[in-house]
């Protein structure tokens, strides 16, 4: 039956994600914070990067700490050269000075770079060749400040000093983003300071960029881009939006380029090798989706009766008017809603343990097993389900609305399927299999993901209103859960992850190498916590993993550890998981 939405409550998934939600109520009216909300995703794939996510667990190597401070030259001489051309572009003094005084911020910076370089033990002497990341993005840069824009008119075109003010605001525009996302992830990297105290190697440069100072510069970058912005057109603040995201994704190439030598726990993908198995679990209904697989085909069966009333037909079934149909949906959602109310609280112990309790918990679990199959009997044994059209079902299935990220995710899966050596379950209370593989029809092939739900019986397209009862609760789903691993492990070792959103995914997302709830379940939270069980933001979680990290073969994420670990979206899961 449908879930209440009355048990979600407010996300404490990740540092990295409450900083970004502070971001985007500020400056509503600002082209440079608009651009910066709309880069979320990218500046999570930044800090979920191995060279930030080693640089917070204060374990980076120093040699490639190393690199990456000589690098950063290359970036310097870039925007040095790239203030000089823009200043030459803009036609207001105001605009002019501002580009002038971060024009000498970036030539001090270089005067210092030597000091700083040799400080970490770098030889100023020798050349320092940039790599290709580098040059991606200061070639990038510095063909926009010489009017090389797509979209835009090159410089043997300029024609009035107005066209040379866009060349600034699109150089600009292209030199925002790293600016912020430097001071995003110098704060981002300050917070996890306290984990290490004085011992922490870097902190002397992270204070650095998370300093008022920095965050002064960063701001008057915006203050400028926002001013040049100001008598551009439309298209020209997309153009300028474009070339903002374009610098984001080149600053994620650089972070992703310096040559990590250690074991990372970031992305997950890379702590197997070809030999294992990936095996990736999900829930479907409100991990995957919006809304409620229950609610849909509530909505279709309604529809269903008003075809039949409109065609003077019913299929399979008495006439029923639309009417009726909702209402005994409602009531049905209602006894639903009060009675798991009152199972949840059959669940909790008297006492809440002191260690992780797994016996106790599946031996609760029954409860909710058995009230959830006689659910299941209601709806059946009514008959709503019945007379119901399996190409409405498909049609309802290809225009749902699936969480952001979610489809995005499943495409990069599947597209490194074979290199990963993966396998991919989309575990489901859903009584009707035929809507999650009509959700799932654009993402790969059938058989690119195995669907493990309950299933429509069917005269002809029509249903009977009967079920194949395959999963209809959480001991269906750890059974089912076990088995496709029991398979799996025949053959090779493997590594899990599971993701899901409710308390009926507890006994897997607990098994599971690696148990990711999305959003936040009062009624997860509460029988969880009550038996022992921890949860905890998926970043700080992960940048702990990494403190533990010691070689290649250390086994740092394992199930039944009584940690689960929270995340707000699935651009986090895809971060953690699969990497930009």
Same mark, same amino acid.
């Given at each position: 039956?449908?879930?209440?939405?009355?048990?979600?409550?407010?996300?404490?998934?990740?540092?990295?994600?409450?900083?970004?939600?502070? #971001?985007?109520?500020?400056?509503? *009216?600002?082209?440079?914070?608009?651009?910066?909300?709309?880069?979320?995703?990218?500046?999570?794939?930044?800090?979920?990067?191995?060279?930030?996510?080693?640089?917070?667990? &204060?374990?980076?190597?120093?040699?490639?700490?190393?690199?990456?401070?000589?690098?950063?030259?290359?970036?310097?001489?870039?925007?040095?050269?790239?203030?000089?051309?823009?200043?030459?572009?803009?036609?207001?003094?105001?605009?002019?000075?501002?580009?002038?005084?971060?024009?000498?911020?970036?030539?001090?910076?270089?005067?210092?770079?030597?000091?700083?370089?040799?400080?970490?033990?770098?030889?100023?002497?020798?050349?320092?060749?940039?790599?290709?990341?580098?040059?991606?993005?200061?070639?990038?840069?510095?063909?926009?400040?010489?009017?090389?824009?797509?979209?835009?008119?090159?410089?043997?075109?300029?024609?009035?000093?107005?066209?040379?003010?866009?060349? #600034?605001?699109?150089?600009?525009?292209?030199?925002?983003?790293?600016?912020?996302?430097? #001071?995003?992830?110098?704060?981002?990297?300050?917070?996890?300071?306290?984990?290490? &105290?004085?011992?922490?190697?870097?902190?002397?440069?992270?204070?650095?960029?998370?300093?008022?100072?920095?965050?002064?510069?960063?701001?008057?970058?915006?203050?400028?881009?926002?001013?040049?912005?100001?008598?551009? @057109? *439309?298209?020209?603040?997309?153009?300028?939006?474009?070339?903002?995201?374009?610098?984001?994704?080149?600053?994620?190439?650089?972070?992703?380029?310096?040559?990590?030598?250690?074991?990372?726990?970031?992305?997950?993908?890379?702590?197997?090798?070809?030999?294992?198995?990936?095996?990736?679990? !999900?829930?479907?209904?409100? @991990?995957?989706?919006?809304?409620?697989?229950?609610?849909?085909?509530?909505?279709?069966?309604?529809?269903?009766?008003?075809?039949?009333?409109?065609?003077?037909?019913?299929?399979? !079934?008495?006439?029923?008017?639309?009417?009726?149909?909702?209402?005994?949906?409602?009531?049905?959602?209602?006894?639903? @809603?009060?009675?798991?109310?009152?199972?949840?609280?059959?669940?909790?112990?008297?006492?809440?343990?002191?260690?992780f309790d797994y016996e106790s918990l599946c031996k609760n679990y029954e409860q909710l097993s058995y009230f959830e199959k006689q659910a299941n009997?209601?709806?059946?044994?009514?008959?709503?389900?019945? *007379?119901?059209?399996?190409?409405?079902?498909?049609?309802?299935?290809?225009?749902?609305?699936?969480?952001?990220?979610?489809?995005?995710?499943?495409?990069?899966?599947?597209?490194?399927?074979?290199?990963?050596?993966?396998?991919?379950?989309?575990?489901?209370?859903?009584?009707?299999?035929?809507?999650?593989?009509?959700?799932?029809?654009?993402?790969?092939?059938?058989?690119?993901?195995?669907?493990?739900?309950?299933?429509?019986?069917?005269?002809?397209?029509?249903? @009977?209103?009967?079920?194949?009862?395959?999963?209809? !609760?959480?001991?269906?789903?750890?059974?089912?859960?076990?088995?496709?691993?029991?398979?799996?492990?025949?053959?090779?070792?493997?590594?899990?992850?599971?993701?899901?959103? !409710?308390?009926?995914?507890?006994?897997?997302?607990?098994?599971?190498?690696?148990?990711?709830?999305?959003?936040?379940?009062?009624?997860?939270?509460?029988?969880?916590?009550?038996?022992?069980?921890?949860?905890?933001?998926?970043?700080?979680?992960?940048?702990?993993?990494?403190?533990?990290?010691?070689?290649?073969?250390?086994?740092?994420?394992?199930?039944?550890?009584?940690?689960?670990?929270?995340?707000?979206?699935?651009?986090?899961?895809?971060?953690?998981?699969?990497?930009?």
């Open positions: 039956m449908r879930r209440c939405v009355a048990d979600r409550s407010p996300s404490s998934a990740g540092v990295t994600m409450a900083v970004l939600a502070t #971001a985007a109520t500020a400056g509503e *009216g600002s082209a440079a914070r608009r651009f910066w909300i709309s880069s979320i995703e990218e500046a999570i794939f930044a800090s979920y990067s191995p060279f930030v996510v080693c640089l917070a667990s &204060g374990k980076l190597d120093m040699e490639t700490f190393r690199n990456y401070i000589a690098q950063d030259v290359h970036f310097l001489k870039a925007f040095a050269q790239a203030y000089e051309m823009a200043e030459e572009c803009a036609d207001d003094d105001d605009a002019k000075a501002a580009i002038s005084e971060l024009r000498k911020a970036a030539l001090h910076k270089l005067k210092i770079h030597d000091s700083v370089a040799q400080e970490w033990g770098i030889d100023t002497t020798k050349e320092i060749i940039p790599n290709p990341a580098i040059l991606k993005y200061t070639e990038f840069l510095l063909a926009i400040a010489s009017g090389k824009i797509e979209g835009g008119k090159g410089p043997g075109r300029i024609d009035t000093p107005f066209e040379k003010t866009k060349i #600034a605001a699109y150089t600009v525009g292209a030199m925002t983003p790293c600016m912020r996302l430097d #001071a995003f992830l110098g704060k981002e990297l300050q917070l996890h300071l306290q984990y290490e &105290g004085n011992g922490y190697p870097y902190k002397k440069w992270i204070e650095t960029y998370s300093s008022a100072s920095f965050e002064a510069s960063a701001a008057q970058m915006e203050e400028l881009l926002d001013k040049l912005c100001v008598s551009l @057109t *439309g298209k020209e603040l997309e153009i300028i939006e474009k070339l903002y995201h374009q610098a984001m994704k080149l600053e994620i190439e650089f972070f992703n380029a310096q040559p990590i030598v250690q074991p990372v726990v970031v992305p997950f993908k890379k702590l197997h090798d070809a030999s294992n198995n990936l095996v990736i679990f !999900s829930d479907f209904d409100l @991990t995957c989706t919006v809304l409620d697989s229950s609610a849909i085909l509530a909505e279709i069966a309604i529809l269903t009766a008003s075809k039949a009333v409109q065609s003077g037909t019913d299929n399979l !079934s008495a006439l029923r008017s639309p009417s009726d149909v909702r209402d005994s949906w409602s009531a049905f959602s209602k006894q639903y @809603t009060e009675e798991f109310e009152k199972c949840i609280e059959s669940l909790l112990p008297s006492k809440q343990a002191e260690t009997s209601r709806v059946i044994e009514s008959g709503l389900l019945k *007379g119901i059209n399996l190409e409405d079902i498909r049609r309802t299935g290809e225009r749902l609305v699936l969480q952001d990220g979610c489809k995005e995710f499943f495409q990069k899966a599947i597209k490194m399927k074979g290199k990963l050596n993966a396998g991919f379950h989309i575990l489901s209370y859903c009584w009707c299999a035929d809507l999650i593989r009509s959700v799932f029809g654009s993402v790969g092939s059938p058989n690119d993901l195995s669907i493990h739900s309950n299933e429509f019986n069917y005269e002809g397209s029509v249903s @009977t209103g009967e079920i194949v009862r395959a999963m209809e !609760s959480p001991l269906d789903k750890v059974k089912t859960f076990r088995s496709i691993l029991a398979d799996v492990g025949r053959e090779k070792e493997h590594m899990s992850v599971y993701i899901g959103d !409710s308390v009926g995914d507890m006994l897997c997302l607990l098994e599971a190498d690696v148990g990711i709830v999305m959003g936040s379940s009062l009624s997860l939270r509460r029988v969880g916590e009550q038996h022992g069980v921890s949860f905890v933001p998926l970043y700080p979680g992960l940048i702990k993993k990494q403190r533990e990290v010691l070689r290649e073969d250390s086994r740092v994420w394992k199930g039944l550890s009584g940690v689960l670990y929270t995340a707000s979206s699935w651009t986090e899961i895809h971060a953690f998981v699969l990497g930009a």
